[in-house]
């Protein structure tokens, strides 16, 4: 039996994962043997409620990482998603701060291997924090260096002139992988598909560029804080809170309702 076909979406927080999954499962083309893994980091599954009206089946891990903390929920999910819809293709949103690199390794090693095949990964850029990539730490980086189809995506909140020069200096850090410049993460999904998945040799380049440590999310610093209230937030306070937000805060999400 075939191995499925496994694509792996992963970017920094915020860079727009979840909109380009949107974007896909709004394809007027033949979804029938697709499923989706989400995976969140924090306790409440937001993405997966934007991802609800679809089709295609949606299995969502939350309140961890699948490049540490749950790499076994994410074999058992896996598992399950196979027995109960044998698609012959899976897409995974990896939460902001997962390791593609430890991902790839993991399915490698997992009882997973020879069911699933080497994961095509496709890596979704925020244009617009490029300019302050020394901030991120390895795991921004080694999803970009990961990558074999990267969407730079946002590209709107650049200069034109700013656009070309970016992407050249990306070509370095990666100069395998297709660079395709988005908006809203708008693409034909027919590019994901027809990209060259991962050939061995690289893959074993990914992983002499991975820290030797597999660091969990929590040991590189980062923190989940869940929060939820049934009365009507205040917009002027509201407004005004999120415009004092720290700069350690690197992503807030979610439903509010406003008075």
Same mark, same amino acid.
């Given at each position: 039996?075939?191995?499925?076909?496994?694509?792996?979406? $992963?970017?920094?927080?915020?860079?727009?994962?979840?909109?380009?999954?949107?974007?896909?499962?709004? +394809?007027?083309?033949?979804?029938?043997?697709?499923?989706?893994?989400?995976?969140?980091?924090?306790?409440?599954? =937001?993405?997966?409620?934007?991802?609800?009206?679809? *089709?295609?089946?949606?299995?969502?891990?939350?309140?961890?990482?699948?490049?540490?903390?749950?790499?076994?929920?994410?074999? *058992? !999910?896996?598992?399950?998603?196979?027995?109960?819809? @044998?698609?012959?293709?899976?897409?995974?949103? %990896?939460?902001?701060?997962?390791?593609?690199?430890?991902?790839?390794?993991?399915? *490698?090693?997992?009882?997973? *291997?020879?069911?699933?095949?080497?994961?095509?990964?496709? $890596?979704?850029?925020?244009?617009?924090? +490029?300019?302050?990539?020394?901030?991120?730490?390895?795991?921004? @980086?080694?999803? =970009?260096? %990961?990558?074999?189809?990267?969407?730079?995506?946002?590209?709107?909140?650049?200069?034109?002139?700013?656009?070309?020069?970016?992407?050249?200096?990306?070509?370095?850090?990666?100069?395998?992988?297709?660079?395709?410049? $988005? @908006?809203?993460?708008?693409?034909?999904?027919?590019?994901? +598909?027809? !990209?060259?998945?991962?050939?061995?040799?690289?893959?074993?380049?990914? &992983?002499?560029? %991975?820290? !030797? @440590?597999?660091?969990?999310? %929590?040991?590189?610093?980062?923190?989940?804080?869940? &929060?939820?209230?049934?009365?009507?937030?205040?917009?002027?306070?509201?407004?005004? &809170? =999120?415009?004092?937000?720290?700069?350690?805060?690197?992503?807030?999400?979610? &439903?509010?309702?406003?008075?």
């Amino acid at each position: 039996m075939e191995p499925n076909e496994v694509i792996l979406i $992963t970017g920094f927080l915020g860079a727009g994962k979840t909109t380009l999954l949107r974007n896909i499962l709004q +394809w007027p083309g033949d979804l029938s043997s697709t499923a989706v893994l989400v995976n969140e980091f924090g306790k409440v599954g =937001i993405d997966g409620e934007l991802l609800k009206g679809f *089709k295609t089946p949606i299995v969502e891990l939350t309140n961890g990482c699948i490049c540490c903390s749950m790499q076994g929920d994410m074999v *058992k !999910s896996l598992e399950e998603i196979t027995e109960r819809f @044998h698609p012959k293709r899976i897409l995974i949103e %990896a939460t902001g701060v997962a390791d593609p690199l430890e991902v790839i390794r993991f399915l *490698k090693t997992s009882r997973l *291997k020879g069911r699933v095949g080497a994961p095509r990964v496709v $890596t979704v850029l925020d244009a617009d924090i +490029w300019k302050g990539r020394e901030y991120f730490g390895p795991v921004f @980086h080694n999803q =970009i260096k %990961a990558a074999q189809v990267l969407l730079f995506n946002k590209v709107d909140l650049l200069r034109k002139e700013d656009v070309s020069r970016d992407m050249e200096q990306i070509r370095q850090v990666n100069p395998s992988c297709s660079i395709l410049p $988005t @908006h809203h993460c708008r693409i034909d999904p027919e590019v994901l +598909w027809s !990209s060259p998945g991962p050939k061995a040799d690289s893959l074993d380049s990914f &992983f002499l560029m %991975a820290h !030797s @440590h597999n660091e969990s999310a %929590a040991e590189l610093g980062y923190v989940a804080f869940s &929060f939820k209230e049934e009365r009507a937030f205040a917009g002027t306070c509201f407004r005004r &809170f =999120i415009a004092e937000m720290p700069l350690s805060l690197y992503r807030m999400k979610g &439903f509010v309702y406003m008075d």
